[in-house]
Nanobody
Framework: QVQLAESGGGLVQAGGSLRLSCAAS????????MGWYRQAPGKQRELVAI???????NYADSVKGRFTISRDSAKNTVYLQMNSLKPEDTAVYYC??????????????WGQGTQVTVSS
């Protein structure tokens, strides 16, 4: 089994910054990709940023230039640095990892979600 522990959400004024963290633990042989998604009230969950094992990164157009995804491979942890936050960034943020287990099975896991609220 694999566990994800998210932290770092909160309330911030527009223009402020937050840093989200997501640490993965458990029977992980390798990590294929780590990413962040978000879901605002009444909207579908959307991709925010994703980083794969090859180092390739994709960002949603709405966050390019403001958010930065990074990874500490030694700690199996992914971060999302969010700067210049806007009220429309308000959502529950979820991390997701795509892994290969110690049994060489492909699996994916979601974090429990952390609330980010940006006030105007």
């Amino acid at each position: 089994q694999v566990q994800l522990a998210e932290s770092g959400g909160g309330l911030v004024q527009a223009g402020g910054s937050l840093r989200l963290s997501c640490a993965a633990s458990g029977r992980i042989f390798s990590i294929n990709a780590m990413g962040w998604y978000r879901q605002a009230p009444g909207k579908q969950r959307e991709l925010v940023a994703i980083l794969n094992s090859g180092g390739n990164i994709n960002y949603a157009d709405s966050v390019k230039g403001r958010f930065t995804i990074s990874r500490d491979s030694a700690k199996n942890t992914v971060y999302l640095q969010m700067n210049s936050l806007k009220p429309e960034d308000t959502a529950v943020y979820y991390c997701k990892i795509d892994i290969r287990t110690i049994y060489l099975k492909e699996e994916n896991y979601w974090g429990q979600g952390t609330q980010v609220t940006v006030s105007s």
